[in-house]
């Protein structure tokens, strides 16, 4: 799962925004009147929910005609406005406007020169700042600190997009339109120059950018040299600059690397911040003092980046797991907790068995015939050729052998996300849509209900399933998680029918019963589990996946085990995995 974090203010009215009211400030006298709009605007911007009038006179205890009169003076500067449909107040368009000017005027360099300070110093390595400018990178700001053995960048230096980690940051947050341009300009003779020889390798390279916020290059432009970057948008959400580090590959190793990366991704907010963009919170709470379950083990400490899709082989008495932004499928023996790796070509969320041998693989380009043994991939189906910015992010199969699976937008920025069937005769259907992060899905004991989670929203849904035609009714809520708890993932079905559901950046599994109620939580020594399948000869081991994508170093200094292979032993078995009928 690749989930969009959070704001982790929460709250469900105007009034829950924690913004300072009038006599908490150091107001000048005669501004009081002000200073109410003001501190209005605010809380109207602020809210989780447009709010209504009722709303903001709970919010602020304002007396009814005054909140009045400041409402409509506010309207009449078009710095709010009201919707008749629900009698709602929002921000008004005069403050995109006014958005506007501030950045035409705003002094990028300026902004991020105390984050580059900053990062040198903790790095010891060049932090430096580019921009696209004719097709090429143009590095406009740098610190150095590594030293003699170091790479320097000169201020004013140019050098290609596709081998660089800024200029492939830049790419792969690029509008399509804007992308294809680059590309019909620099064309594929421009590409032989480095790593990337052919287009196909650096599309998939840039989602798999997009897909976890920041790019790598290992020695694609300079022998010895390698770097990351994460970019920096304007408050149009347009990626307008990108910030990195290069350093000696001896020295910036791949672990080194991607902890960077996630680094350089705050980094990034935090400048995007500066110059008006909106900034995302990708930092989960830290622990909170409850202690993690000490049935809990971590039988496998990989370091994935975001390991999910685990699916028990009964057949082969493993466990298949897959790494999404490796990208990677594995397979892992609890008997002698070795794992194979086999690293591919593409983003790939999910495996499954074939009942007649083999498995499939869901990948970036759509359903997949998968050979574990030789890492080949065969294209059977793609539902969502015509989607590049989408990626599947979850599957499994009913037991009449349709494999069911979800999509999103490869940086979870939209409402693009589908869920389909797709049938032994790889025909398909799209049985929802609108999604942001289609996510965890399964059925009870007796095939009749069908759960799904959409991650964005925090709800978990539950269908009325006829299992003889694979048709869905009645949605409606079966549970939902605060975004101040966390949001769910992966989710998997035991034989009593109680729903367990990993929690993303919230420590823990919930167990909820068949009426939606919550009836255990499992506390975890990391805050991203991602996806979790019941295994072992009895089917009484739950299998955890997690992921340390988008985590800052601190987190990772409290949680190490990020990204590991965990399990729990389970009173009441699962039920079997299965098998896609094709």
Request: charged share 25%; proline share 6%.
């Amino acid at each position: 799962m690749d989930v969009r974090p959070h704001d982790r203010r929460g709250g469900t009215s105007a009034g829950e925004a924690h913004v300072l009211k009038p006599d908490e400030r150091d107001v000048p006298i005669g501004a009081a009147a002000l200073a109410k709009g003001l501190y209005l605007l605010d809380v109207i911007g602020e809210a989780p929910a447009p709010p209504r009038f009722k709303d903001l006179q709970a919010a602020t205890g304002l007396p009814k005609g005054t909140l009045a009169r400041l409402l409509n003076t506010l309207v009449l500067f078009r710095l709010i406005r009201q919707e008749d449909s629900d009698n709602t107040y929002r921000l008004g368009h005069r403050l995109f406007e006014l958005a506007h000017r501030v950045w035409e005027s705003f002094d990028l360099r300026g902004a991020a020169a105390p984050v580059l300070e900053r990062l040198a110093d903790e790095t010891r390595e060049t932090a430096a700042l580019c921009a696209i400018d004719n097709d090429e990178v143009l590095y406009i700001d740098q610190r150095s600190r590594g030293g003699a053995y170091g790479f320097r960048i000169e201020i004013g230096r140019r050098a290609p997009l596709h081998c660089t980690a800024g200029g492939k940051a830049l790419l792969a947050f690029a509008q399509p339109h804007e992308q294809r341009a680059i590309f019909d300009r620099i064309r594929l003779e421009r590409f032989t120059e480095a790593s990337f020889t052919q287009e196909d390798a650096l599309l998939a390279d840039l989602a798999l950018t997009r897909a976890r916020g920041y790019a790598v290059s290992l020695e694609e432009h300079v022998a010895g040299v390698s770097s990351v970057a994460a970019p920096i948008f304007d408050h149009t959400g347009r990626a307008v600059a990108a910030i990195g580090v290069f350093g000696p590959s001896s020295r910036l190793t791949s672990e080194r690397l991607h902890v960077t990366g996630r680094d350089l991704m705050a980094a990034g907010r935090q400048i995007s911040g500066n110059v008006g963009a909106t900034p995302m919170n990708i930092t989960p709470s830290t622990r909170s003092g409850r202690a993690t379950d000490p049935q809990v083990e971590c039988v496998l400490p990989w370091g994935a980046h975001l390991a999910e899709g685990p699916v028990w082989s009964a057949r082969e008495k493993r466990l298949y797991w897959v790494d999404i932004l490796a990208p990677s499928v594995n397979r892992f023996d609890p008997a002698t907790r070795a794992n194979e790796e086999v690293m591919l070509p593409r983003l790939v969320s999910a495996v499954v068995e074939r009942r007649g041998g083999g498995l499939v693989a869901l990948t970036q380009d759509g359903l997949e015939a998968f050979d574990f043994a030789s890492g080949a991939l065969s294209p059977l189906v793609d539902p969502e050729a015509e989607i590049p910015d989408n990626r599947f992010n979850d599957g499994k199969c009913d037991r009449r052998g349709r494999l069911w699976a979800g999509t999103m937008r490869l940086d979870a920025s939209r409402t693009s996300g589908s869920l389909y069937a797709i049938a032994p005769d790889l025909t398909w259907e799209r049985r929802e849509s609108g999604l942001t992060v289609a996510n965890g899905l399964d059925w009870s004991p007796d095939g009749r209900t069908f759960y799904f989670a959409d991650s964005a929203p925090g709800r978990i849904y539950a269908y009325d399933f006829d299992m003889e035609t694979g048709q869905l009714a009645r949605r409606r809520v079966f549970a939902e998680i605060d975004a101040t708890i966390g949001r769910p993932d992966g989710l998997a079905v035991d034989s009593e029918g109680f729903v367990w559901c990993a929690v993303w950046d919230g420590w823990c599994l919930h167990r909820y019963a068949p009426d939606g109620v919550l009836a255990r939580e499992v506390r975890l020594p990391i805050p991203r589990p991602t996806s979790v399948a019941f295994g072992g000869d009895d089917l009484k081991t739950l299998f955890i996946t997690s992921a340390r994508v988008r985590l800052p170093s601190r987190i990772l200094a409290e949680a190490p085990f990020s990204g590991g292979l965990f399990t729990l032993p389970v009173d009441v078995p699962g039920l079997p995995a299965s098998e896609f009928a094709a």
